[in-house]
Each structure stands twice: as C-alpha cells, then as structure tokens.
C-alpha cells in the first residue's frame, strides 16, 4: 500500500487520502465501506440475511417493503488505512454455523481489501439467530 | 490470500436455540413451534433439555404388521434414545459447541400414518 497522510477528523465521517502520488485527496466515507462489507456478506451460501435482530418475519416484511438497508447488521471502524468491521447476521438451518462466520470474514476481507483498498485488521461475526423456515416450518 | 484473518465469533443463545430447535424437531418428527429448548450449565459444560412430543407409527398398523413393519423402529424410549444421539450430533456439529448431555422430556405423541417413510 502507498503512504498516507493522516486526514483531519471530521467526526464520523472519516476520511483519508489514498493516492498521495497526484494532487488532490480520495475520501472514503464509513457508509461505503459499511455497504460494500453487507454486499460481499450477503454473497456468502449461507448467510440467510445480514442484520441484528428477529429477522424472521422482520426480514421478510422489509424485504417486500423495498426498503433492504444494505448497512443494517455492519459497523465499521475506518482509521487512516486500516478498517474494523463487526457485522451481525442470520445464518440459515444447516451448515455449520462457524464456517459460515469464516467464509463471511474471508469475503469482507476480500470485498473491503479489493473494492475500497483499506487494509482489514479484523471481522468480527455475530450470529445472532439461525432462520428455521418460513413460519417455523422446516422446509421439505 | 496472504493477509491473515483476524477477528471473533460469537453465536448467540438464541442462534443456539433455533439451531436445537430445528435439529430436535428434525430428529423427532415434530415442527420446531412444538419443542421447547432449555440451556444449563452443566460443571462448566453446556446441557441441552429438550421438551417436545415425537412422531410414532400409526399402532393398528404395526399391529396388523408385527413388528416388522417398516415404520417401527422400536419403542417409544427407543426412538427417543436414538434422536437424543441424533440432536446431540447436529447441535455439536452445526454449532461447535461441545454438548455435555442432551436430556429428552416426550410431552406427546404424534401418530404417522406412515407415508413418510417405507
């Protein structure tokens, strides 16, 4: 990674400069980070919604109602050039519960390295429920 | 990748609870609505109580069938022994938690018609 000069702290919006080389400084606002960690999350076999909370019938009402939030469930903390990331999730019935968390901490890994160039220091996964099947039923 | 990965797990009681659920229901031929799951400590080791009725053959026709009939897989206290060994694998399995014991209370009995199985 390049060097970096530290940015001024603009409160929960913080922001760095990652390409030192040319004038002008690149931001990167935590909301960015947050999205692209949920989206890399989300593609994880699975991971049945990322998200605290009764995600059973909630899930299901918000996802009808369009109004998914792709930053519920992920809290980030962005340094100069590192990044933390907590994210809480519902996994689904049947696989392994810690290599679920493996496979998401490896895609967020993967997502924020790539897609924002920050670099990890840690993921932490809350799984916060296991979704049995609409209504409590298990699927046939 | 080169990068190490660091960072925690936590799965939550109630993660561990669906899970139990879903697995005992599974093992018992039952919903998961009808099983009631308790955590205790147990020395410093986690014990699983499960509360749930269980599926039995329909008894007119492993009567009419002797008990060589398909559906029959012994007693009751049999059926639930073995779903017990059932339960105690998936949650260890699915979870990573080491179970220390699994204990069965059968609340009822659910009569199968048998088209489940066979």
Redesign the interface.
């Given at each position: 990674m390049q060097s970096h000069e530290d940015a001024p702290d603009t409160g929960t919006e913080t922001l760095r400069e990652l390409r030192p080389g040319l004038p002008g400084r690149t931001k990167i606002a935590d909301g960015v980070v947050a999205r692209i960690a949920g989206i890399g999350a989300r593609q994880v076999a699975g991971v049945h919604s990322v998200g605290a909370g009764p995600a059973r019938a909630l899930g299901a009402f918000r996802g009808a109602a369009g109004t998914t939030d792709s930053t519920a469930g992920i809290r980030v903390d962005v340094g100069a050039t590192q990044v933390a990331v907590d994210v809480s999730l519902v996994a689904s019935y049947g696989v392994p519960l810690h290599s679920v968390a493996n496979h998401v901490r490896k895609a967020i890994y993967q997502a924020v390295e790539d897609l924002v160039g920050l670099q990890v220091i840690e993921v932490n996964v809350d799984v916060t429920d296991v979704f049995i099947g609409a209504e409590g039923r298990l699927p046939a | 990748?080169t990068?190490p990965?660091?960072?925690?797990?936590?799965?939550?009681t109630?993660?561990l609870t669906?899970?139990a659920?879903?697995a005992a229901?599974?093992s018992l031929g039952v919903?998961?609505?009808d099983v009631r799951i308790d955590w205790r400590d147990d020395g410093g080791l986690l014990a699983l109580s499960v509360v749930a009725p269980m599926t039995i053959p329909d008894l007119n026709l492993v009567l009419r069938q002797g008990p060589s009939y398909p559906a029959s897989q012994g007693s009751v206290l049999d059926m639930a022994v073995t779903a017990k060994a059932a339960i105690h694998h998936t949650v260890s399995?699915?979870?990573?938690s080491r179970l220390s014991r699994v204990d069965i209370r059968v609340s009822g009995a659910r009569t199968s018609h048998g088209a489940k199985v066979q």
């Open positions: - | 990748m990068t990965l660091n960072g925690h797990t936590r799965i939550s109630q993660a669906s899970l659920k879903a229901a599974q919903q998961p609505a399995s699915l979870s990573g």
